[in-house]
């Protein structure tokens, strides 16, 4: 049984409503600090929402309305008054599919620490190449740090999205499902450098493959229809569901 | 089964015409090119081609046809309206696509397809009853010139309301193509919306943009009615100052067909006038296709 | 961080400046025309063709530019929309969808709709001096429908294309030829689209000027064949206003204000016909 850890991310009450149809119902859940937390669930049942509400880019969306509270550091994102792109800062995204900028790939690791108003050429060289060799990609691209994004394979360029993140200091990374455009050996290098990362950061990852989460997670979140079923420790989620829903989802009755 | 056999045999040969047609709609443009060309002969052949683009005389009494004043009017009033109209659309685009609400896009979509709609003779209508004398009594009073108001900045002001409606449209489309997520990857790392769009979406959609600038320019270039209402027309001066008066080629070819077949040559020469133009619009036309595959393939 | 907000901020009140500039522009234009014509404007205009002094200021109406505009239109509408319809489900159902013939007509309509109006015109005259014509009716409608045809062509295109090639599939496995596809399935499915491009190449053909100029003549009677010459709406506009009388100018605004309610009444016809026609339409 792992230790009981500090809580990074507290959601409290958060409701999300797209257009009047509910998206994610009263949920309530605290995040614990520098674990691996999988967000299990099947197709529809609010998961992507819940990440997007984590870091805010759910009211990019037209028409959606969210009530709750989001406490990240004890520092409400949901507040009017909130900074987001200070909070946004704290958190790299890694989406279902990658998604380069359209630069370089240099540019791209180094985008956000120069949006953040690092502008020292030196400072920025030794950035890129400290974070790209964070997330593997180093030694793949390090001949050809001008050449488009776009010029990598898709298992690259979700890995130049990993360190693309890694680059403005976050404390916490959001991936949606971010294996599924992914070949084997690309999602197994991008699970690897999960791990390695899971000591310094906190994880919440999105996904559908249960094996994926059983591999990874050291907490677990089980949702369905938009609502927090349960969550607990993975061990205890996995090997002892408290609910029916849980049970059935993880013996493939539903999916 | 007879029944059937017909129904192929109609199939075979409604494909052969349509074949047909497709290839005639092809050739169409050649056709219009190989058209002015015959009718303009009598001055193709007889002028050389630099004296018919670069000179400025125009006695059509004394058979001399030198297109330039023309050439450069169209060019002057063109850039422009380019020059007037493309911050501004650029930044009402980004506004529609990026940052309006909701109800404010919803709202706009049908007001620019209304822009879109009035026909030129209103745009000049409304040249010559507003812009024409905010030109004349208040601009150029601000800038110490006397103007009649029919000037190269009249024309240029109506061109630009009229491309209006093409530059904010493509350039909303093409921005509002750019994936959700490339946003999201951008806002993510903590960019603001502003730093997202100057660094992300206009660099995506700078390809779109230029094509959207490109159809406007054209439209501008050939644009007839509403410029030969405002700009003045005057023959005998290449324009100077944007308070001076010009005489764009379609002005000129629009305001003279009736005394075209009056003089010997003339109409030759006002069919030169229009080729001209094609060429001009199609050379420009062609030339940023080339760019934009440049582009595409970079 | 200020210096980032800062930033945005000047930006966005640009931005705003812009768009209520370009709505102002628009404000003015149709202000201008309803300000100016409506004082004008009177049942004489609707209902009369101009009687003898009328541009000196006699009385009578614009009749002749109404009906001659509806008729030259009405007429371009129908020629290219002829040839555009089986153009363009011949170039999404007969040839291959990516084809090079495709996509070289598709570059070429782009082309073509970039070719000023006024060009047609005098293209129109070439070839109407060429068929032995007068300037009639008959010619102003041919040049009116080469201006509109690419602009059709264009329209139904983008409509057409965005029909699902699988629903086209569906109907070839259940036996239908091309031909019966083409225009039972994908024409059925793109229906709305398609009214919509001719309404759109119809409000072209209504406000355009330039290239009926050479071609159509103008006259102060109601066209009585093809072969006879028809007055537009727009060239009403632009003579009148060249008159020196203020009667005579004031009908032009009168003329100006029932060309653009024609072309607001055929831009609401769309919006609504398009609604209505995509009832059965799959999403």
Redesign the interface.
């Known amino acids: 049984m792992p230790e009981p850890s500090t809580t990074h991310i507290s959601v409290r009450n958060l409701s999300v409503h797209y257009g009047g149809q509910p998206a994610l119902k009263n949920v309530s859940v605290n995040i614990p600090d520098r674990k691996i937390t999988a967000v299990l669930g099947p197709s529809g049942c609010g998961k992507t929402t819940f990440l997007r509400c984590l870091?805010r880019?759910v009211d990019?969306v037209?028409?959606v309305s969210v009530s709750g509270q989001v406490l990240v550091d004890g520092e409400d994102l949901f507040d009017p008054a909130a900074?987001v792109?200070?909070i946004?800062?704290k958190?790299?995204?890694l989406?279902q599919?990658p998604?380069p900028?359209?630069?370089s790939i240099y540019d791209n690791v180094a985008?956000?620490p120069r949006?953040?108003g690092q502008s020292d050429r030196g400072e920025l060289d030794a950035l890129v190449e400290h974070h790209l060799k964070l997330a593997g990609l180093w030694d793949e691209v390090k001949g050809r740090l001008r050449a488009p994004a776009t010029s990598l394979s898709i298992g690259q360029q979700q890995r130049l999205?990993l360190a693309?993140?890694l680059a403005?200091g976050p404390e916490i990374i959001?991936a949606d499902e971010p294996t599924s455009a992914l070949d084997p050996i690309s999602s197994a290098h991008i699970e690897g450098k999960f791990k390695e990362l899971r000591d310094q950061y906190t994880i919440v990852i999105v996904t559908h493959i249960l094996r994926q989460a059983r591999r990874l997670a050291d907490y677990v979140i089980f949702m369905y229809m938009g609502e927090l079923v349960e969550h607990g420790p993975a061990a205890e989620v996995f090997n002892a569901p408290r609910e029916k829903q849980t049970r059935e989802y993880i013996s493939g009755v539903i999916s | 089964m007879e029944d059937n056999s017909a129904r192929l045999f109609n199939d075979r040969l409604i494909r052969r015409l349509i074949l047909a047609l497709i290839v005639v709609v092809n050739v169409l443009i050649v056709g219009i090119v190989l058209a002015l060309c015959v009718r303009s002969w009598p001055i193709l052949d007889g002028t050389p081609l630099g004296r018919l683009l670069f000179s400025t005389e125009w006695h059509p009494s004394t058979g001399k046809f030198g297109l330039l004043t023309f050439i450069v009017g169209t060019f002057a009033v063109t850039a422009g309206a380019m020059l007037l109209a493309v911050p501004p659309c650029l930044l009402s685009a980004i506004y529609l696509s990026e940052y309006a609400p909701?109800w404010i896009r919803t709202l706009s979509a049908p007001l620019i397809d209304l822009l879109a709609g009035i026909p030129s003779v209103i745009y000049g209508l409304w040249g010559v009853l507003v812009i024409v004398p905010l030109v004349q009594d208040r601009i150029a009073p601000l800038f110490g010139v006397k103007s009649t108001g029919y000037s190269v900045l009249a024309a240029a002001v109506v061109l630009a309301v009229m491309i209006v409606p093409v530059l904010v449209h493509i350039s909303v489309e093409v921005m509002k193509a750019v994936?959700?997520?490339?946003?999201?990857?951008?806002?993510?790392?903590?960019?603001?919306r502003w730093?997202t769009v100057k660094?992300?979406v206009l660099?995506?959609s700078r390809s779109g943009l230029f094509a959207a600038g490109v159809l406007a320019t054209s439209r501008a270039l050939g644009e007839t009615m509403a410029v030969l209402m405002v700009a003045g027309n005057y023959v005998f001066a290449l324009p100077r100052t944007p308070f001076d008066q010009a005489y764009p080629l379609p002005a000129l070819i629009a305001n003279n067909y009736g005394e075209m077949l009056s003089m010997p040559h003339y109409e030759a020469a006002l069919m030169a006038a229009a080729l001209v133009l094609l060429l001009i619009v199609l050379i420009f036309n062609v030339t940023s296709q080339a760019i934009l595959l440049r582009f595409a393939r970079a | 961080?200020n210096r980032?907000s800062a930033e945005e901020s000047i930006f966005k009140g640009l931005m705003g400046l812009s768009f209520l500039a370009i709505l102002a522009a628009l404000a003015t234009i149709v202000g201008t025309v309803v300000w100016k014509g409506l004082p004008a404007m009177n049942w004489d205009m609707l209902t009369k063709t101009p009687s003898g002094g009328f541009y000196l200021g006699g009385s009578g109406g614009v009749l002749n530019a109404i009906v001659g505009s509806l008729y030259l239109a009405g007429g371009a509408t129908v020629a290219s929309s002829c040839l555009a319809l089986p153009i363009v489900l011949g170039l999404n159902v007969y040839a291959r969808r990516a084809s090079r013939l495709v996509t070289f007509t598709r570059f070429s309509m782009d082309v073509l709709a970039g070719v000023p109006s006024i060009v047609f015109g005098a293209v129109g005259y070439v070839l109407m001096v060429a068929l032995g014509l007068k300037a009639s009716l008959l010619a102003g409608i041919i040049a009116v429908a080469l201006l509109i045809l690419p602009i059709m062509i264009k329209a139904m295109d983008e409509v057409v294309r965005l029909v699902p090639q699988e629903m086209a599939e569906a109907s070839a496995a259940l036996g239908a030829t091309r031909l019966e596809t083409a225009f039972l399935v994908v024409a059925r499915q793109a229906l709305p689209g398609l009214a919509t491009a001719v309404l759109i190449a119809f409000g072209r053909g209504v406000g355009d000027a330039a290239s009926v100029l050479f071609t159509a003549g103008f006259t102060d009677n109601i066209p009585d064949s093809l072969m006879s010459p028809a007055a537009t709406l727009p060239l009403a506009v632009f003579f009148q206003l060249g008159s020196n009388l203020p009667e005579v100018q004031e009908r032009a605004y009168a003329a100006a204000l029932i060309l653009m309610a024609m072309i607001l009444i055929v831009s609401l016809v769309t919006r609504e016909l398009s609604r209505r026609l995509s009832r059965h339409n799959v999403r």
């Open positions: 870091n880019l990019t037209d028409g900074e792109t200070h946004r800062k958190m790299g995204l989406s599919r998604y900028l359209p630069m985008y956000g949006i953040h999205c693309r993140g403005v959001l | 909701r994936p959700r997520e490339l946003r999201e990857a951008s806002l993510s790392l903590g960019a603001t730093e660094h992300v660099r995506k | 961080m980032r």
